[in-house]
């Protein structure tokens, strides 16, 4: 995980916490961003509701890569809304790559993510 963003807001270290945590596939601290009744949104599939099925949703589609790493190039907050973009560059089983932009909008409630969505296109994964 590498920010390149040239501003800082108040919730880069969130940030940057949060995308360690999703470059480690380690979906169990990717959940401690998390409030209990999180809303959660990758691309075009169904959301899932929930920090346990955020979790497991995690953990399988990390199952499905080999590595992946994001550089954060923006990063704005407003009010209760945090959002970053980037680039993500995923390595496959087979260890070839795979590189797509990507933004994110967090909703933030009580210093926790409640509503996490990612705009991202990952069908050529």
Known sequence: MQISAKETTPH??????????VDAMNAEAVASFLTDDVTFRLGNFDAITGRKAVEVANASFFATIRAMGHTI???WTSGDAVFCEGEVHYTRTDQS???VPFATR???????????NVYADISGL
């Open 106 to 116: 967090l909703g933030l409630r009580d210093d926790k993510i409640a509503t996490y």
């Open 12 to 21: 880069t270290a969130l940030i940057e916490g949060l995308y360690s945590a």
């Open 73 to 75: 190039t923006g990063i």
């Open 97 to 99: 790559e795979h590189k």
